[in-house]
């Protein structure tokens, strides 16, 4: 299907929803090419199962049917959810269940997530990958903004990367231009990029623990990360932990990269 055929049904298809489609924060994804990179970019196959998470008018879901073994396609929107079921009526390797993916249990075998996320959701769509034990891979088309603060593009971090960078590396992919939407959106877009490690970083033990000391680094107290972690931990070992680390006194914890939080854990415990 042609752009252009594309963005005609996109707009075609919301005339009758204007509100339901801002307060969702749904901007359809009309460019063929684009779905097909962010499938190219998930490494999807024949064996595997992809979580589609806000399909839509379903863009992106054609393109992981030519490639992926079965779709889950989780959609808030109940005239999309039963546009898609129609569509797909009698085939088996999809299943369209109109609901929001925060109210259901995620599958409980290995599975991928591929989807061009509602923006407003982000936050709740990337901790819910992040926490879930099945996911192996999430190939996510979010705010070109988000994706940068996320993966650490800024030379920030985000407490949520911090907090999962033992079990999943987050990095930044394609920018993606905001004219490829419709309704066109005020940012561009950008794949964000999250994958399970098959070798965490730390024992299922020391999870907690570690996540625990991120809290208190995060908590902004004291205007640095030391400072932060001497409210729980004598100055003298947080010194030497963040010596170890090459983390200096006072730098703010937004600052520090995840691997220089392990090192720091690791001498700090």
């Known amino acids: 299907m042609s752009r252009n055929r594309s963005l005609s049904r996109a707009r075609d298809t919301r005339t009758r929803s204007g509100s339901?489609?801002?307060?969702?924060?749904?901007?359809?994804?009309?460019d063929v090419g684009t779905a097909r990179m962010l499938v190219d970019a998930a490494g999807v196959g024949p064996t595997d199962l992809v979580v589609e998470i806000g399909p839509g008018d379903g863009m992106l879901t054609r393109q992981l049917l030519g490639t992926a073994g079965r779709v889950l396609a989780y959609e808030k929107?109940?005239?999309?959810a039963d546009r898609l079921r129609t569509r797909y009526v009698g085939n088996d390797r999809i299943r369209c269940v109109h609901t929001d993916f925060r109210e259901v249990s995620p599958p409980r075998e290995p599975?991928?997530?591929v989807a061009n996320i509602p923006?407003?959701?982000?936050?709740?769509?990337v901790r819910w990958c992040l926490s879930t034990r099945g996911m192996t891979s999430?190939?996510?088309?979010?705010q070109w903004e988000f994706a940068r603060k996320h993966s650490g593009d800024h030379g920030r971090w985000t407490k949520l990367t911090v907090t999962h960078w033992p079990s999943a590396t987050i990095e930044l992919g394609t920018r993606v231009g905001r004219h490829r939407f419709y309704p066109v959106p005020a940012v561009d877009a950008a794949?964000?990029?999250l994958v399970r490690r098959q070798q965490p970083l730390l024992t299922p033990e020391a999870v907690a623990d570690y996540r625990r000391v991120v809290e208190l680094g995060f908590s902004g107290l004291g205007g640095s990360l030391a400072s932060s972690l001497r409210r729980a931990f004598p100055a003298r070992t947080v010194r030497t932990a963040c010596a170890s680390a090459g983390i200096a006194a006072d730098l703010p914890v937004g600052f520090v990269p995840p691997d220089r939080w392990l090192a720091m854990y690791r001498a700090l415990t």
């Open 191 to 193: 794949v964000l990029r």
């Open 20 to 30: 339901t489609r801002k307060r969702l924060s749904q901007n359809f994804l009309t």
């Open 119 to 125: 923006f407003g959701s982000s936050t709740d769509i």
């Open 111 to 113: 599975f991928a997530v």
């Open 77 to 80: 929107d109940g005239h999309y």
């Open 138 to 142: 999430a190939t996510l088309l979010t």
